[in-house]
């Protein structure tokens, strides 16, 4: 394995990508696992969130394993859902589905689930699932219809992102914020790091150090 060290985010979320810039982790690829992210019958929010997590990182491996150019890479892959009880909530893409999902947590309280996993350059998967807990406000007629015409929830677990308009309804937040964003950052780090991924190489800027 050469010294630089290659990591591929398995995600197309551009909110994924900020969080892990965020932390001063730049990807060297891009490459979202497109999978059918359908729950099965019965199937419980942290089960589901585990399973897609898993199955995106399985798929990452395989290409891994058949291209030398990122067999010794590093991987991240991760997927969120929102669920009130049982129930999971879409990832609003209709006008409808998002209504829905914001009379649903009007006033409630509801989890946010994040699965994340570590690909290493053996090849082994590390995961994590974290939970996040969220309270809002109950929402009026009028601010349900004002965030629903701005389209800031087209895409997003719940119909909603915490980090835009709808920080504004949450009356309490339990667990990490990052991980409602989409990626929970100290799990994450702290998986790349367990696998012997340099996180902080990033961090140093080249005018101020002396190496």
């Not at 835009?164 to 790349?192: D, M, Q």
């Amino acid at each position: 394995m050469s010294d630089k060290q290659m990591l591929i985010l398995g995600s197309g979320s551009p909110r994924r990508l900020a969080l892990l810039q965020q932390a001063g982790i730049e990807p060297d690829r891009l490459h979202p696992a497109d999978i059918d992210e359908t729950p099965q019958r019965g199937e419980v929010p942290r089960t589901l969130v585990n399973r897609l997590a898993r199955t995106k990182a399985e798929m990452i491996r395989l290409w891994m394993d058949r291209d030398a150019a990122v067999s010794d890479a590093y991987a991240v892959t991760a997927d969120t859902v929102v669920a009130v009880g049982r129930r999971v909530l879409p990832k609003a893409e209709m006008l409808d589905e998002a209504e829905t999902c914001l009379e649903l947590l009007s006033g409630r309280s509801h989890r946010v689930y994040t699965s994340v996993c570590v690909v290493n350059p053996k090849h082994d998967i590390r995961q994590k699932l974290v939970e996040t807990r969220v309270r809002f406000k109950r929402l009026g007629r009028e601010e349900v219809a004002d965030y629903l015409a701005s389209g800031e929830w087209r895409g997003k677990a719940g119909g909603y992102a915490i980090q835009g308009l709808a920080g504004s309804f949450v009356v309490k937040l339990t667990g990490s914020y990052t991980n409602v964003v989409g990626l929970p950052l100290f799990e994450t780090v702290s998986l790349l790091s367990g696998e012997g991924y340099r996180v902080r190489a990033g961090w140093i800027d080249p005018l101020t150090s002396d190496v």
